[in-house]
Each structure stands twice: as structure tokens, then as C-alpha cells.
């Protein structure tokens, strides 16, 4: 009987009807009650409303929740909270379109939110909950697909530690499909906040299928999991959950990422979350530039054929960052886009440094054209991100989006301790130091004359001279100076020779109640000096002139 039950369960999970039309979802958990380990299991659900919706349509849906001690399963009803019996519309549109989702003909995508309570046992710490089902969407070609016949699978996991009671990451805002734009920088968030404050990482994985196993991918993406096809490479952010490409195919390319949760370095749980990438050069595409309007920041040697890119395309020295000035340099920063669209910006940010400036009275076109002015930048690394909505030229339809996300690096500007230090033998060597270097960032002095000392830290340095020296400090970055900044400080070591004097007369008598001038002579001109008699007592100083 036992067997019989479990061959139920398995058939319950396993036996759909086959179809094309899931696009994504992911399962999330949240904490009712510590004391009897109760929690609400969500699975949240994306159709191509092109298919079908026979799967969906109920009431209800089954998950499994399998114990990890034992390596058995429990199926576990969810309930329908969202969605109806063909879902609610989440398809990006410009004003005006309707998606085949709600009658219309454009493509589109709905969302299932299934909810329902579960006591995990306490007799075993591990559990992981899955969903799948034999209907992924067949549209994708950046992974290999069944035909028809491709499993859908996604999971969550929960390990339960002493104390640790956690609810997972979840981010009911974020959609698992996006329309982006052909050879165009684009940029999709994976981030999802954390009720705990537990510690997040984000690690892109394969999609999986049937029973967990790692989907095959196209092309050549890294072994570990599928992109889309790009024309040069992608950036992944693992704590942020951030990835930028570019590509350069018409695709629907699909994503997967795990978003791990750790407390104190243990693996508390994690929640697979897929996207899906549809990537078009539909005429509401339109690229975004950011770029330096005066030449004022700094260059680096490279290969003319290479780029200054953040989206991980050209690897060389300024991988990171797209323009490189100096702290106290005039920032001129022109952006530029399609009038149509809509730019969303964190520059009002830095409107406390910084003013905007529209461009577009003094033209008449197309290009939305405006000017940013940094007065005063500040030291450091600031992401300028331009996220763009775009529609069609006319009429309604599908919303694309494309992104740009500019690094600026503002460099710490040279400092010496000091301007002005002075040097005598009898006090020894004197001390030259600079304030921190920023990462990549070398330095030359412009001579090393007097150098006695050089620490492991060659920006601190001990100096011993003959005579007035100066002393300048030139910042470099990655080989080449950023000749139009304040790249450079200057200290002025001054030499102070031995001290001697005469005295006249050397030596003298003097009758009780008589006066008598002593004369002390220095040797050399380095004035005002300060001097004290001694010993004082039984005289007095008729006359307290300079020596």
C-alpha cells in the first residue's frame, strides 16, 4: 500500500499534458511560526499567453516538497490567489496596445501566484521544494530543447539552524521576461531584498529540466550557464544581482540565476529564479549614449581595437570604468537618446554636486539632448545609470528597454603631508608621506635626491640633504598621466646647516653690582632665533635685546 501511494504522488506531479507555454517562476517561502516550523510556499507563474492555459486554469496546483534527510517527497497543495483562468497581463506595452493576453494580438505574457501553508517535520533540517511541469516554452534558442516536449523545473531550499528561522528573498515586483533591444546595452536586475538581512549572493546557474538536471546549452557560454548571444560578453554582479549584455542575435535566450542565502558563512537557503530574454530590433529600439563633452579625463595605452566598456565586452586595463578623472576636474557630460523614449536616471542623485541642463530648445530633431555639469566631483566610484523605455515610432505595441550604465571614477588628487618641512643633521632624517593611493594608481617623484630611507610603502619615504630641495609627487594611472588634472603636489624641504655661535668676550670677570655685555654671534643667516641664559639665578638681564 505504501508503494501504491508513492507511485500516486509521483503521477500526480508528473503526468501533464504536454505544451509549450510556461516561461518562468520560481517558488519562495515565508515564516508563519517558528514553533511548529509553519510556512506559506508561493509559486509564482509565467504563460506565453500564445499557449496553452489548460495546465493553469484551475484552482489549484501541486508542488513537492522533498526532505533531504530521508529523500522522500511530499506533495503539497498550492492554491490560486492571481491570475483567473488566464492570468493576469504582465506584458510591457506602449500606450494604447493590448497583448494577445487580454484579447489583442501582440505578444504577451500573464502571471499564477499559487499560495499554501506547510509544516516542515522537524525530524530532518534540509528540505527543497520543486515544481515541474512538461510545457517550457519552445521558443527559446539559447539552450537545447525536446521539441514539444521540454521540461519545466524550478526550486527553492531551506535549511533550518539553530536559531535560524528564515524566510526567503523575494522581489514581487520584478517580472521573469524582458524585451530588449539589438546591438544595444541592456541590463536586468535579479535582486531580491531579504527580510532577514541575511547575506545575499547571486550566482547564475544552468536553467534546469526534468528532476533538476542541468539544461544544454548553444553556443559557448561559460560551462555553468546559458546567455544570450552577445557580441563580445556579458557582466554579472554577484552582489547585486545585476547583469549587462549586448547582444547582437534576434533571440529569446533564457537565464538562470540562484540567489543564495548565508547567516554567519552558512547556506541558509536559496531560490532559483529564471528570466527570460527576448531580444528584438523592433522600431522602437533606439541606442543611448553618455559621453564626455571636453577632453579633460584620462587615457590609458591600449589597443585601438579594444573598448572602454562596463558591460564586460573588452578586457583591458579600464574594464571597470568608462571615463577616469581627477578629483577637483570639471565634469561635462552629455547624454543623448530618442525623443520618444523615456529615461529613467539616478543623476538626481548628484544633483547636490551637479546641474542638469536641457538641450533640446537649442535644436529641433529627434535626439533628446541633455547636459550634466559636475562641478566638484568627488573622489570615488559613481554608477551614472540611464535606463530607457522605448515604443514603437508610431502607434502602440511591445515596450523594449535598454540600459547604460557609465562608471565614473573620480581619482583622490595627490597630497603631501606638508608643503614646507625643514632639515637639520642633528635632528635626523625628516619624513615625506602621501595620502592613500586609489586602486591602479601609480606615482613618480621627479628625483630621489636625499633619499635615505624607502619603506614597503614607497609613498612614505625618509629624506637627508645638503641644501633646499624640492620635491614633486606626479599621480599616474595605468601608465599614462592624467595630464589635465591636478595630477600633482609639491613639499619644499629647506636645509638648516649645524647651528654655531661666538661669544665675546669668552670669558670676563664682573664685580657684584656691575654690568657687563656679553655679545653672541650665530653663524649663518636663518633667523628669528630664540635664546635662554643660564644659569639665572644671583643675575639679571639689564638689557633682553635680540642676541
Same mark, same amino acid.
Not at 112 to 135: D, K, L, S, V
Not at 436 to 443: E, K
Given at each position: 500500500m505504501k508503494k501504491l501511494l508513492i507511485l500516486a504522488i509521483l503521477f500526480l506531479c508528473h503526468s501533464y499534458v504536454k505544451a509549450t507555454h510556461i516561461m518562468g517562476g520560481e517558488i519562495n517561502y515565508t515564516l508563519l511560526d517558528s514553533n511548529t516550523r509553519l510556512y506559506k510556499l508561493r509559486l509564482v507563474i509565467y504563460r506565453d499567453?500564445?499557449?496553452?492555459?489548460?495546465?493553469?486554469?484551475?484552482?489549484?496546483?501541486?508542488?513537492t516538497v522533498r526532505n533531504l534527510c530521508s529523500n522522500t517527497n511530499v506533495g503539497v497543495t498550492l492554491n490560486k490567489i492571481s491570475g483567473g483562468a488566464n492570468g493576469v497581463d504582465k506584458?510591457?506595452?506602449?500606450?494604447?496596445?493590448?497583448?494577445?493576453?487580454?484579447?489583442?494580438?501582440?505578444?504577451?505574457?500573464?502571471?499564477?501566484?499559487?499560495?499554501?501553508?506547510?509544516?516542515?517535520?522537524?525530524?530532518?533540517?534540509?528540505?527543497?521544494?520543486?515544481?515541474?511541469?512538461?510545457?517550457?516554452?519552445?521558443?527559446?534558442?539559447?539552450?537545447v530543447l525536446a521539441g514539444n516536449n521540454t521540461w519545466f523545473y524550478t526550486e527553492s531550499y531551506i535549511k533550518f539552524i539553530p536559531f535560524n528561522f528564515n524566510s526567503s528573498s523575494r522581489n514581487d515586483n520584478l517580472l521573469l521576461s524582458a524585451n530588449f533591444c539589438l546591438n544595444n546595452n541592456n541590463r536586468f536586475s535579479f535582486y531580491s531584498p531579504d527580510a532577514n538581512n541575511?547575506?545575499?549572493?547571486?550566482?547564475?546557474?544552468?536553467?534546469?529540466?526534468?528532476?533538476?538536471?542541468?539544461?544544454?546549452?548553444?553556443?559557448?557560454?561559460?560551462?555553468?550557464?546559458?546567455?544570450?548571444?552577445?557580441?563580445?560578453?556579458?557582466?554579472?554582479?554577484?552582489?547585486?544581482?545585476v547583469y549587462k549584455f549586448r547582444?547582437?542575435?534576434?533571440?529569446?535566450?533564457?537565464?538562470?540565476?540562484?540567489?543564495?542565502?548565508?547567516?554567519?558563512?552558512?547556506?541558509?537557503?536559496?531560490?532559483?529564479?529564471?528570466?527570460?530574454?527576448?531580444?528584438?530590433?523592433?522600431?522602437?529600439?533606439?541606442?543611448?549614449?553618455?559621453?564626455?563633452?571636453?577632453?579633460?579625463?584620462?587615457?590609458?595605452?591600449?589597443?585601438?581595437?579594444?573598448?572602454?566598456?562596463?558591460?564586460?565586452?573588452?578586457?583591458?586595463?579600464f574594464k571597470s570604468y568608462d571615463l577616469v578623472f581627477c578629483e577637483g576636474t570639471l565634469i561635462n557630460l552629455n547624454i543623448k537618446y530618442l525623443n520618444k523614449n523615456k529615461v529613467i536616471t539616478n543623476l538626481n542623485t548628484y544633483t547636490g554636486y551637479g546641474t542638469m541642463t536641457d538641450?533640446?530648445?537649442?535644436?529641433?530633431?529627434?535626439?533628446?539632448?541633455?547636459?550634466?555639469?559636475?562641478n566638484n566631483p568627488i573622489f570615488g566610484v559613481h554608477n551614472i545609470t540611464l535606463d530607457v523605455n522605448n515604443c514603437p515610432t508610431t502607434g502602440g505595441g511591445l515596450k523594449y528597454t535598454n540600459s547604460v550604465t557609465n562608471v565614473i571614477r573620480v581619482l583622490r588628487s595627490p597630497k603631501l603631508s606638508k608643503d614646507t618641512i625643514f632639515y637639520c643633521l642633528a635632528g635626523g632624517a625628516v619624513d615625506?608621506?602621501?595620502?592613500?593611493?586609489?586602486?591602479?594608481? &601609480?606615482? /613618480?617623484?621627479?628625483?630621489?635626491?636625499? =633619499? $635615505? %630611507? !624607502?619603506?614597503?610603502?614607497?609613498?612614505k619615504i625618509k629624506v637627508a640633504l645638503t641644501k633646499d630641495t624640492t620635491y614633486i609627487i606626479r599621480y599616474?594611472?595605468?601608465?599614462?598621466?592624467?595630464?589635465?588634472?591636478?595630477?600633482?603636489? &609639491?613639499? /619644499?624641504?629647506?636645509?638648516?646647516?649645524? =647651528? $654655531? %655661535? !661666538?661669544?665675546?668676550p669668552k670669558n670676563t670677570n664682573i664685580c657684584i653690582s656691575d654690568n657687563q655685555q656679553l655679545t653672541v654671534t650665530p653663524d649663518g643667516s636663518f633667523p628669528p632665533y630664540t635664546y635662554k641664559w643660564s644659569p639665572m639665578e644671583n643675575y639679571s638681564i639689564l638689557s633682553p635685546m635680540p642676541l
Open positions: 499567453c500564445a499557449g496553452s492555459n489548460n495546465t493553469l486554469n484551475g484552482g489549484a496546483i501541486q508542488i506584458t510591457s506595452l506602449c500606450g494604447g496596445a493590448t497583448s494577445n493576453c487580454s484579447g489583442g494580438s501582440i505578444q504577451g505574457l500573464s502571471q499564477y501566484i499559487f499560495e499554501g501553508n506547510y509544516n516542515f517535520p522537524a525530524t530532518c533540517n534540509e528540505y527543497r521544494m520543486f515544481y515541474q511541469i512538461q510545457a517550457r516554452n519552445s521558443a527559446l534558442n539559447n539552450v541575511d547575506s545575499i549572493v547571486y550566482m547564475l546557474i544552468r536553467p534546469r529540466q526534468l528532476n533538476g538536471t542541468p539544461m544544454v546549452y548553444t553556443g559557448s557560454p561559460t560551462p555553468d550557464s546559458s546567455h544570450p548571444t552577445f557580441d563580445c560578453g556579458y557582466n554579472f554582479d554577484s552582489k547585486t544581482g547582444p547582437n542575435v534576434v533571440q529569446n535566450a533564457l537565464v538562470a540565476c540562484r540567489i543564495n542565502e548565508y547567516k554567519n558563512g552558512v547556506l541558509v537557503g536559496y531560490v532559483v529564479r529564471e528570466a527570460q530574454f527576448v531580444v528584438s530590433n523592433a522600431g522602437g529600439c533606439g541606442d543611448i549614449s553618455l559621453n564626455s563633452i571636453i577632453s579633460n579625463y584620462c587615457t590609458t595605452k591600449k589597443d585601438s581595437s579594444l573598448k572602454i566598456d562596463a558591460y564586460g565586452c573588452y578586457v583591458d586595463t538641450l533640446d530648445s537649442l535644436k529641433n530633431d529627434s535626439i533628446r539632448d541633455f547636459r550634466f555639469v559636475w615625506l608621506s602621501v595620502n592613500t593611493l586609489d586602486s591602479g594608481v &601609480t606615482f /613618480v617623484w621627479n628625483h630621489k635626491t636625499g =633619499f $635615505s %630611507y !624607502t619603506s614597503a610603502d614607497t609613498t599616474k594611472y595605468y601608465g599614462d598621466t592624467c595630464a589635465s588634472c591636478n595630477n600633482f603636489d &609639491t613639499l /619644499v624641504v629647506k636645509y638648516v646647516p649645524d =647651528f $654655531s %655661535y !661666538t661669544t665675546s
